[in-house]
């Protein structure tokens, strides 16, 4: 059912019964998706589609980290660097469709986000019908500390999240556990770590709904519950650096400390991020934000801070990105628009949706 004996080993396909499993199997790169990975779901799920003996599908990470880290974003900088990025832009147009696919699957479609679950990660499980995270869950977007922009349908969930949750999450990246995933909306039922083993056995044998509501628990307490007071009031702003003088003259804890985080992050990727998010409502369905991140990665392939980003987080470790330009003030209304503006080599992506509008 794989394309290839390399994506063989890194995607795991087998049915059981009335379930179709599908494990991400690169658990020493915490299975971060390539482009032979994203392939070989998209099969994966045209057969299932068509297999009447399959009634649900589940997907899970190989390994005890977690579900997916996102997409291979050394593969990333090695492409941008040796051949401008063309291969890049080919993944993320096969990996944006999939994320598509995944929200209009015709059966019902379990993310297990359990562990780690981040960028790309989140695209092949935050779109499913039934998204499933554990006392273990750390979810995130962490695409700015890289130079980088939300993507994979990010933008479009985030902007759904309540008030001006989902804008602290885009900006700052920070990582949250299954209660505020529930908060936001990125996940739909909170199950124990160790009843995941007989969850998934008994979607085999038995309905999803039956099977669920057996194992289904309230999760431990959240946090952004509680700090949705200085979230929305400061990140109600229009700008970014709106945002920020906000965080400063805030007086709490917790508000410096973003106002910290925000300093770290590329003042280029803050800015896109944020006019990325405010322009997704308006966009409609997830079909026409994932168009709108597609033509914005692929501007950031010819941005300096992608590749210094990931430099310094991946290649060399150091930490301490040299971003260009280094200050808000100096990123430009301009090199703003120029990421929604400018045209991928390869053509934009244009991707087919269904009579349904989901409602803002």
């Not at 032979?36 to 399959?54: F, G, K, N, Q, Y």
């Not at 695409?143 to 001006?164: C, S």
């Not at 405010?278 to 914005?296: H, I, K, T, W």
Request: proline share 6%; charged share 25%.
């Amino acid at each position: 059912m794989t394309g290839s004996a390399d994506s063989e080993e890194q995607v795991l396909l087998r049915t059981e019964g009335h379930a179709a499993y599908l494990t991400l199997n690169r658990p020493r790169a915490l299975n971060a998706l390539t482009h032979a990975m994203v392939r070989s779901i998209d099969e994966a799920l045209t057969a299932w589609e068509d297999d009447p003996a399959v009634r649900t599908v589940a997907i899970t990470g190989a390994g005890e980290r977690g579900l997916c880290a996102g997409g291979d974003i050394r593969s990333v900088y090695e492409d941008v660097r040796a051949g401008g990025g063309a291969a890049s832009a080919a993944f993320w147009r096969d990996e944006y469709r999939l994320n598509a696919r995944i929200a209009r699957y015709p059966k019902p479609y379990v993310a297990v986000m359990d562990g780690i679950v981040m960028g790309g990660g989140v695209g092949v499980s935050a779109h499913g019908d039934v998204r499933v995270v554990t006392e273990r869950s750390r979810i995130a977007m962490p695409e700015t500390g890289i130079g980088f922009v939300p993507d994979v349908g990010g933008t479009y969930l985030l902007a759904l999240a309540p008030g001006e949750l989902g804008t602290h999450l885009a900006l700052t990246g920070t990582h949250i556990g299954a209660a505020d995933a529930l908060l936001c909306g990125l996940a739909d039922h909170f199950v124990p770590h160790g009843d995941l083993p007989r969850l998934l056995a008994d979607l085999a044998t038995r309905p999803l709904w039956d099977a669920l509501k057996e194992y289904v628990r309230q999760p431990p307490s959240g946090e952004l519950a509680g700090q949705r007071p200085w979230i929305d009031a400061c990140y109600g702003a229009d700008t970014v650096e709106e945002i920020v003088a906000r965080l400063r003259g805030h007086g709490s804890r917790p508000a410096a400390e973003a106002a910290d985080t925000l300093a770290a992050k590329s003042p280029t990727a803050l800015k896109v991020t944020l006019a990325a998010l405010r322009s997704a409502p308006g966009l409609g369905p997830l079909e026409r934000v994932l168009e709108q991140e597609f033509r914005v990665s692929c501007a950031a392939l010819a941005s300096y801070d992608l590749v210094e980003g990931v430099r310094a987080q991946v290649i060399d470790k150091d930490r301490n990105p040299r971003w260009k330009p280094a200050a808000l003030a100096e990123v430009t209304d301009a090199d703003v628009a120029h990421h929604f503006e400018a045209r991928p080599a390869g053509g934009d992506l244009h991707l087919a949706t269904t009579p349904q509008e989901v409602a803002w």
